[in-house]
């Protein structure tokens, strides 16, 4: 049997960040049409936009309420009848200490990490019906480990490897396939916001002894879409040897 084709249609959610920004790159470069969702920090993304002409399309939308997610399913390009790929980076936290994560934090580190996933892949699903889509769910080794960032942030990455599950059995019918990929420690800005001591004893424990490139998460990712017809409800981890499964 032949492997899946080429995706047309890409929906980037998360895109500013330093992951979502190497997973549209990657995408772009098979000259896919891109939808790059933001909230803010759009300045590199409209670089890349100049650089592609028509092939990549910006659209704001701020995902943390759930009005969002459908504000942003209606906004995706007019042509578009169905979405080859959704690949969901949105997502982040505050690194913070047990005791100091208030109920508002783990509410918010809720809604934008879990709960906006969730809501992008049911607005945007019969899109992905009609085109047999593939999604991936950015989710993070913390899930694993518990992390450094806290236990919102681990709690939450968690959830999505739940839900990631869930979808996959729900919607492997459809012809959907639902997957995870688990970075950690990658070189990004919020990886850099943990404190310098907090990192080493990460890159201690990892086999690698370094943290992973964006551009590696986004070549799994790809991986994920382009060359694994068979493979879904799975959690791919990318993270050096930091949890050795």
């Not at 979502?20 to 049409?33: C, I, K, M």
């Amino acid at each position: 049997m032949s492997g899946p084709t080429r995706p047309r249609r890409v929906l980037v959610t998360g895109a500013s960040g330093d992951l979502g920004r190497a997973v549209v790159t990657r995408f772009l470069r098979e000259d896919a049409q891109v939808a790059a969702q933001y909230r803010s920090r759009d300045a590199e993304l409209r670089q890349l936009a100049r650089e592609h002409g028509g092939t990549l399309h910006l659209v704001r939308a701020d995902l943390s309420t759930m009005s969002g997610a459908q504000e942003l399913a209606h906004a995706l390009p007019a042509g578009w009848d169905g979405l080859d790929v959704l690949v969901n980076c949105v997502g982040g936290a505050r690194p913070l200490a047990f005791a100091d994560v208030t109920l508002e934090e783990w509410d918010a580190c809720i809604r934008l990490n879990l709960s906006a996933p969730f809501a992008v892949l049911q607005a945007t699903l019969p899109l992905l019906r009609s085109a047999r889509g593939s999604v991936v769910n950015l989710a993070s080794v913390a899930a694993l480990t518990g992390g450094a960032f806290g236990p919102h942030y681990a709690a939450t990455k968690a959830g999505v490897l739940g839900l990631t599950r869930s979808a996959a059995r729900a919607l492997g019918p459809d012809g959907i396939r639902v997957n995870a990929v688990a970075p950690g420690p990658v070189d990004s800005r919020m990886t850099n916001a943990l404190p310098d001591e907090a990192l080493a004893g990460i890159l201690a424990s990892t086999a690698l002894g370094r943290v992973v490139s964006p551009d590696e998460v986004a070549d799994t990712i790809a991986w994920l879409v382009n060359g694994s017809s068979a493979v879904t409800g799975q959690t791919v981890v990318v993270d050096g040897g930091r949890v050795l499964l």
